[in-house]
């Protein structure tokens, strides 16, 4: 944002300065997959609503079962995999919103990125294990 | 209507009903005694309250999203459009909750 502010420090022209970071091409690229992730999830939503309604009421032995199928385990990694990503972006963006020390601004933003790491691959190795019958 | 504050809300509330999920999951690779705990949790009153709570921003934040996703698109914008995508993404929230959990009543058998 600062460089926006200062283009006396610069010999680059504006145009030459956001060429080609149009349109996803990483220049806005968070913005892009927080849409995409989104979108990905508005189509897993009803079979993962689904699959959470299959599982009411059975024990452990039933969950592993239903958990353990392939294409359920395929539709809540695909699941798992998009809501991380979108959480991550959306929590930085409210980060950058609201928090303006730009130390804790920075520790925000990399606990934001441990978390969601941590939550995603806890959920996904838990997956994995109920798919692999270990 | 300034709504975008409750699509920011429920979304924290997302973020870190993770957790919960993640701790659903990983029960269930573990074994009958972690499931077992994770079942008491959801069966309590407060565990109800949680997980009806993580149903309702979960419906929201998806149809507020989509209301956000016209605005991407470019539509929607006159005052009344305005006005109509903001109390449907509101109705259509409680309204998919109260679905939701009437068909998991209706499956589980008031369990």
Do not use: C
Not at chain 1, 39 to 63: H, K
């Amino acid at each position: 944002m600062s460089a926006q502010n200062s283009p006396a420090k610069s010999m680059r022209t504006p145009l030459a300065r956001v060429r080609s970071l149009g349109a996803s091409h990483s220049g806005t690229s968070d913005f892009w997959r927080q849409r995409l992730t989104a979108v990905a999830m508005t189509l897993l939503i009803l079979p993962v609503i689904v699959i959470v309604l299959m599982l009411i009421g059975s024990n452990q032995a039933g969950a592993k079962l239903i958990l353990g199928s392939l294409p359920i385990a395929i539709i809540l990694l695909l699941f798992i995999v998009a809501s991380a990503w979108h959480m991550k972006i959306g929590m930085q963006v409210v980060i950058e919103d609201y928090v303006h020390n730009e130390k804790l601004k920075l520790a925000g933003i990399m606990a934001n990125n441990f978390f969601s790491f941590a939550v995603a691959l806890a959920s996904i190795y838990a997956l994995l294990k109920l798919s692999s019958g270990v | 209507m300034a709504l975008s504050i409750v699509h920011r809300v429920t979304g924290m509330a997302l973020y870190f009903g993770t957790l919960l999920l993640a701790w659903w999951l990983i029960a269930a690779a573990s074994g009958p005694g972690a499931y077992a705990n994770v079942q008491a949790f959801t069966a309590s009153s407060i565990g109800r309250l949680i997980v009806f709570g993580y149903t309702w921003a979960l419906m929201h934040h998806l149809l507020s999203g989509i209301r956000h996703f016209v605005w991407d698109l470019g539509y929607g914008f006159k005052p009344n459009e305005r006005e109509a995508l903001t109390w449907g993404a509101l109705i259509g929230g409680v309204s998919l909750t109260v679905l939701v959990w009437i068909a998991a009543y209706a499956i589980g058998g008031g369990r």
